[in-house]
């Protein structure tokens, strides 16, 4: 089997970058101020370790600029609920 050029031209298509944070499924991540964070911690009457985890490696993470000890809201749509409010600890 020999190499031959292909019978038809080839096309370079230019890749963009992805925007994690446009995709449908992805619910929206917000990055709290400590100040939010603190109020956040408050209301619920817990230290920050308490909130479940989200890694700092994570792509919508790092796409907001999170660093590990910052505190992120995340809001899902609910068919039910219009929307469900989380909040994730970054950890690393």
């Known amino acids: ?3 031959h050029a292909a019978p038809f031209p080839l096309k370079v298509v230019p890749v963009t970058k992805f925007a994690i944070r446009d995709h449908e499924t992805v ?3 917000i ?3 400590p100040e939010e964070a603190d109020g956040v ?3 619920f009457g817990i230290t920050a370790p ?3 985890k989200i890694h700092v490696a ?3 993470a790092k796409e907001i600029g999170a660093k ?3 505190i992120i809201k ?3 749509k609910s068919t039910t609920a219009r929307q469900s409010i989380f909040y994730r600890l970054v950890i690393d």
Request: hydrophobic share 45%; glycine share 4%; proline share 12%.
């Open 58 to 60: 994570d792509p919508a």
């Open 68 to 70: 590990v000890g910052d």
């Open 74 to 76: 995340v809001v899902r």
């Open 50 to 52: 308490q909130l479940p």
């Open 27 to 29: 619910p929206e991540h």
């Open 31 to 33: 990055l709290l101020t």
């Open 1 to 3: 089997m020999s190499l």
């Open 41 to 43: 911690l408050k209301a």
